[in-house]
């Protein structure tokens, strides 16, 4: 049990304001949600204001890694060469790429194209094609703190349907992001994705799924796409996740290549599309941190 902190004492967030002035009152208001039986927040899911500001300075390497991506992407280029952008831009800030070395992930950036849900490995021998649809999934460390989100990509000419797909992905991502305010519950936002994705058709993968991130790579909570309006755990201001819904065409059903060990496939060979925003839950709402 952590000492009672004095009302005069500096707050536990690490602000260096007095905590009657900084989260007294919030720790009151997070009891009573406690009390009435929902997982409620840990203090170190809880960000604040000078660690927000580091994670944004990194956000603006990574958001700048996909606006190249986006600026260069095209038919012919292989993935590899999205690889090199990322390490450019990273360089250009000595930023780290978050997954090289991650966990042994062998490359910057992690490109999944068509039937490839996430964790594809850039490789010289694989080219983008007209009609491929393609998410970048970039994440980034500057001065550690992280930044994490990606984006799809349509090479040329692509098909009325894998548009749409993409499209609604994309939908119910901002559609999700708009649940997210502080006294809400994760499931608020987790209905909202896969009640977009499910009326048009297609299913969210349930076994992959977002992450609390800025101090470290991957933090608590994990975030699912599958769950309901009023449960998971409460949202309070500070804390940041991701929204990172994969949406199959098909069926739900995923598994992990066996050669490589990282990339994740649709069972059925149907099309995969993913969106991912990085979130901060503020006093009033949510900020975009990064996208
Ligand atoms: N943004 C992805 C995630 O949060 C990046 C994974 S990096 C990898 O899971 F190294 F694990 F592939
Ligand atoms: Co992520």
Request: proline letters at 4%; charged letters at 25%; aromatic letters at 8%.
């Amino acid at each position: 049990m952590a000492k009672r902190i004095g009302r005069n004492d500096p707050c536990w967030c690490g602000s260096r304001k007095k905590y009657k002035v900084c989260h007294e009152d919030f720790d009151r208001r997070i009891e009573v949600i406690r009390n009435q039986g929902h997982p409620v927040p840990t203090r170190n899911m809880i960000k604040n204001p000078e660690q927000i500001q580091k994670i944004r300075e990194s956000a603006k390497v990574n958001i700048e890694c996909l606006d190249v991506v986006a600026d260069k992407i095209c038919s012919g280029m292989s993935t590899s060469d999205i690889d090199r952008i990322v390490d450019e831009v990273c360089e250009k800030y000595h930023a780290i790429p978050a997954p090289l070395n991650y966990e042994g992930f062998p490359k910057s950036v992690c490109t999944s194209i068509n039937d490839a849900v996430c964790h594809g490995i850039p490789s010289s021998k694989e080219f983008l094609h007209d009609g491929d649809i393609i998410n970048v999934d970039c994440s980034t460390i500057l001065d550690g703190y992280f930044s994490d989100s990606s984006r799809m990509f349509m090479i040329g000419n692509v098909s009325d349907e894998a548009k749409k797909l993409v499209e609604v992905v994309k939908e119910s991502v901002y559609l999700g992001l708009e649940e997210v305010k502080p006294w809400g519950f994760l499931g608020d936002m987790g209905q909202a994705v896969h009640d977009h994705c499910t009326k048009n058709g297609y299913s969210v993968v349930r076994e992959i799924g977002g992450h609390g991130v800025g101090i470290e790579f991957h933090e608590e909570p994990w975030v699912s796409y599958c769950t309901k309006r009023g449960t998971d755990i409460l949202m309070v201001p500070g804390m940041m996740f991701t929204i990172e819904p994969m949406v199959n065409m098909g069926g739900p059903e995923v598994f992990v290549d066996e050669e490589n060990g990282w990339t994740v496939y649709t069972e059925d060979g149907s099309l995969s599309a993913q969106w991912e925003l990085q979130v901060l839950v503020t006093e009033d709402g949510h900020e975009i941190i990064s996208y």
